[in-house]
């Protein structure tokens, strides 16, 4: 155990928590938030109540950052107990392993960090049922659903190499749909495309860990693409999501932005010629690497990119 961390401290928390990975929350929220702003729903007039767009779109922020900080608990305590972080780990160093945390301690944190997620949920809900076709059930059901699926994934389903369509799903559909629906009460083409732009996105830093975890996987029966398919695989799986991402960008851009005024014009050609690059270039760093802790740098470019891109194009269709 580090002497430097006391068990069950603050510091102790914080590192459980991993806020590096709060990106992935953050960019289904600021994406769907950026298209809802685009077709006027942060207009004061709407819903009839001054700053209640923000105030919800605030919720679904922090209620998809809790989710995740959950998730990132769940999986280190189930990991310890299961016994699959070895010495041999490549990844960043766990809580419980570690001994940072206490596992008893740890799941206390979990059902804190799932209350104040539900508590933060609710509240969304109670501030807009009136508004909303079925009073806000629909936004109840599909918050009991990410909580059951939290710990789905991260004890079971991601064993099973599901990991990446979860991801697609709960990183995609679930948070960008949700909150375009919450501030619009309407899910159109838009959104979908958006859902896919954020899902495929996020699913890049899930496909470096699995990358770099595939011989400790391997061992640990945990069976993702890399483990499934191979490194070759894996490698040119990582490359492909940035295409694929861009594609879609292109896409819902020529639908929404493409005719707009010069401004949008000018972030839209950044946003086409710095992700791709950026991406390319972490793919070849990534390629060379090939094996080790070294990945972990890959894993923190990898979300610098998806940021930067979520963040232009975010850009893009508010000034339109």
């Not at 918050?143 to 699926?149: A, D, H």
């Not at 940035?242 to 493409?258: D, E, Q, S």
Request: glycine content about 8%.
């Amino acid at each position: 155990m580090n002497n430097e961390i006391k068990v069950n401290s603050m510091k102790a928390w914080l590192l459980a928590a991993r806020p590096k990975t709060l990106t992935g929350a953050m960019i289904p929220v600021m994406l769907a938030g950026a298209m809802a702003y685009r077709v006027g729903a942060f207009d004061e007039t709407s819903f009839g109540t001054p700053g209640l767009h923000l105030f919800l779109w605030l919720c679904c922020a922090l209620f998809a950052c809790l989710m995740q900080v959950a998730a990132n608990m769940i999986n280190d305590l189930y990991d310890f107990r299961k016994g699959t972080d070895r010495e041999d780990r490549l990844g960043p160093e766990r809580a419980c392993a570690q001994g940072w945390i206490t596992p008893e301690a740890m799941r206390k944190g979990i059902v804190c960090v799932l209350v104040a997620a539900c508590i933060v949920g609710l509240a969304a809900v109670y501030r807009s049922y009136e508004f909303l076709p079925w009073k806000g059930v629909e936004f109840v059901l599909l918050g009991l659903i990410c909580v059951v699926f939290a710990f789905l994934y991260t004890t079971r389903l991601s064993y099973m190499g599901w990991g990446d369509l979860l991801v697609l799903i709960f990183f995609g559909f679930v948070p960008v749909c949700g909150t375009y629906y919450l501030q619009t009460l309407y899910i159109g083409t838009n959104a979908i495309l958006l859902s896919l732009i954020a899902g495929i996105a996020i699913d890049a830093p899930l496909m470096i860990n699995n990358y770099r975890d595939r011989d400790q996987d391997r061992i640990s029966g945990k069976r993702t693409i890399v483990v499934r398919f191979g490194e070759k695989c894996g490698r040119y799986a990582y490359l492909l999501i940035g295409v694929i991402v861009m594609a879609l960008v292109f896409w819902l851009c020529w639908r929404t932005i493409m005719f707009d005024g010069r401004p949008v014009r000018f972030v839209f050609l950044a946003l086409q010629l710095i992700y791709p690059v950026m991406h390319f270039m972490t793919w070849r760093k990534m390629v060379k690497i090939f094996s080790g802790r070294a990945l972990n740098g890959i894993l923190g470019e990898t979300s610098r990119n998806m940021f930067l891109m979520a963040a232009f194009l975010s850009l893009a269709l508010m000034l339109g």
